[in-house]
């Protein structure tokens, strides 16, 4: 799986990268070049915003994690990761791996009806709101102005007509790293960490 960078941070699978040499010398000639892994619990930057981030329809990246939206939340948390996500819930629906709530884990994010949907063609089809799954049958969610980020009853929030999908960004039993790059280099996807780690390797090697 590639991943987009979000600002400075990139999200990388490894043993994707397909690099003929281990995983620790790998690290370890991204490290030598001023890259830094990071460790992110999306879940629990999640859980840390219900005590402190207010709800702004409408509110921009830049104002994240103080003002957000129910997107614009889910968009921050996976930035966090090193993770690139539209800004727009019906947007964010078209990437990953479809799921089902029953398959829900830790970080995957689940799609409502809102109040204001948007959708393709079919207004029954329409998304309005999106959260995060905790992996304890709760949704971590931006609710509305009047109590900002909330966690939720998976039940609750799917409603008994209000679901509209499931997504899962990061695989389950695959190794995700999340890398701070460094000021002088520039890195827009993942693959980019391959051809600056060969780039690094020795002639012959």
Same mark, same amino acid.
Request: charged share 20%; proline share 5%; hydrophobic share 40%.
């Given at each position: 799986m590639e991943y987009r960078a979000a600002g400075s941070r990139c999200a990388v699978i490894l043993d994707a ?50 003002n957000v939206d129910c997107s614009s939340f889910v968009k921050w948390l996976y930035a966090q990761r090193g993770?690139?996500? *539209?800004? /727009? ?9 479809? +799921?089902?709530?029953?398959? !829900?884990?830790? $970080? ?74 460094? *000021?002088? /280099? ?9 051809? +600056?780690?060969?780039?690094? !390797?020795?002639? $012959?090697?």
């Amino acid at each position: 799986m590639e991943y987009r960078a979000a600002g400075s941070r990139c999200a990388v699978i490894l043993d994707a990268l397909h690099l003929p040499i281990s995983r620790e010398t790998a690290l370890a000639i991204l490290t030598g070049n001023g890259f830094v892994l990071v460790e992110v619990d999306i879940v629990a930057l999640a859980r840390q915003c219900t005590r402190t981030s207010q709800y702004r329809r409408g509110a921009r990246l830049s104002e994240a994690p103080a003002n957000v939206d129910c997107s614009s939340f889910v968009k921050w948390l996976y930035a966090q990761r090193g993770i690139w996500l *539209p800004r /727009r819930s019906i947007q964010q629906l078209a990437l990953g791996q479809q +799921i089902s709530p029953n398959e !829900l884990v830790a $970080g995957d994010v689940v799609f409502v009806s809102g109040w204001i949907d948007y959708y393709h063609d079919d207004p029954a089809h329409g998304v309005g709101h999106v959260g995060i799954a905790t992996g304890n049958e709760t949704i971590v969610h931006a609710a509305g102005s009047t109590v900002g980020v909330v966690e939720t009853p998976l039940d609750q929030f799917i409603g008994k007509t209000k679901f509209r999908g499931a997504r899962r960004y990061i695989p389950i039993d695959v190794e995700v790293l999340t890398l701070e790059t460094p *000021p002088q /280099r520039e890195v827009e996807i993942s693959d980019d960490i391959r051809w +600056i780690v060969l780039q690094s !390797l020795p002639e $012959g090697a």
